[in-house]
Every structure is written in C-alpha cells, then in structure tokens.
C-alpha cells in the first residue's frame, strides 16, 4: 500500500473540530426589541394594576373607631375581623412621618392646599394579643396621636390604672 494513500484515508475517519461559533444576539436585540419594550412595559404597567386594587380593598374597608374606653380596630376584605383594645391598656404611641408624606406636604403648600399631614401610627399596649398596633397611613396623624393619647389618659384616670414610667 501506499503511504500516501492510507492517509487520505484516516483524514477522512477521524473526526476533528475546526471552528466554533454561536448565533449573534443582534437578532435578538434589532428584530425582538419592540417585542422586548412592550412586554416590559406590560410588566410595569398592567401587572400592577391588580396589586393596586387589592390594597384599595385594604384601605375602603379598614376602619377605626376610637370610644372613650377602647379603639376599634375593623379589618379585612373577605374575611372581616374586628379587634378592640382597651384604651387603659396603652403603654405607648408614635408617629412616624416618612420622607414621602412629607415630600407631598411640601407640593400640597406650593398647590396652596391643606397638608394632609399623613403618618403611621404605632400603637403599644399591654394587650396580649395585640401588643403592636400599626395604623397605615392616618390623615391628620398628629391629631389623631393626641386623640388617642387624650382619651386613653382619660381612661386610665377613670379606671385609677397605675402609671409606670
């Protein structure tokens, strides 16, 4: 046999690797950029939607009614649920006003409108089972505070609850 021809041969049998390459991602960039632009913009925009809603829910049927003995607490969409805490059970209240309520304050005073005054009230109580109460977004916070503070005040001298600093 000849050399030359044996190999010939074995080049042919013997499989070996001469470039690797992969498809460009300028067809995906160029031909699915519109595609890409709307479903992002669906996800920021339509998505939301039902989250916004459920937390709309949330607020229309929370409501709070303070007596002068306890603060009603009525919660819930589906499933209502009503708590009351016994004013001369609270230890301790505090507000707290975020940057984003007050950022709205400052536009409503350039519009020349009344500040809302929004805040999120805490509640601390020796009630156990609701030692924590979290009051989202109360117009008016401040007053609101001093509402509670008053009447629970009031409450506890009534009932001759021992103060303890």
């Known amino acids: 046999m000849n050399k030359k021809t044996d190999n010939r041969n074995i080049s042919k049998t013997v499989e070996y690797g001469i470039i690797e390459f992969r498809s460009s991602l300028f067809k995906l960039l160029s031909a699915h950029l519109l595609l890409s632009l709307v479903l992002i913009s669906l996800v920021w925009t339509i998505f939301p939607i039902p989250y916004f809603f459920w937390k709309y829910l949330q607020i229309k049927y929370s409501k709070y009614i303070l007596t002068n003995q306890r603060l009603i607490l009525r919660t819930g969409i589906f499933w209502r649920q009503i708590n009351f805490l016994e004013l001369y059970r609270v230890s301790d209240i505090q507000v707290q006003r975020g940057l984003l309520y007050q950022i709205v304050d400052i536009f409503r005073s350039c519009l020349?409108?009344?500040?809302?005054?929004?805040?999120?009230?805490?509640?601390?109580?020796?009630?156990?089972?609701h030692s924590q109460i979290f009051l989202d977004t109360i117009p008016n916070s401040l007053g609101v505070a001093e509402k509670i503070r008053q009447a629970t005040n009031e409450e506890k001298d009534i009932k001759r609850v021992l103060r303890r600093d």
Do not use: N, V
């Not at 020349?112 to 089972?129: N, V």
């Open 112 to 129: 020349h409108q009344k500040p809302l005054l929004l805040g999120d009230i805490w509640i601390f109580s020796t009630d156990y089972s």
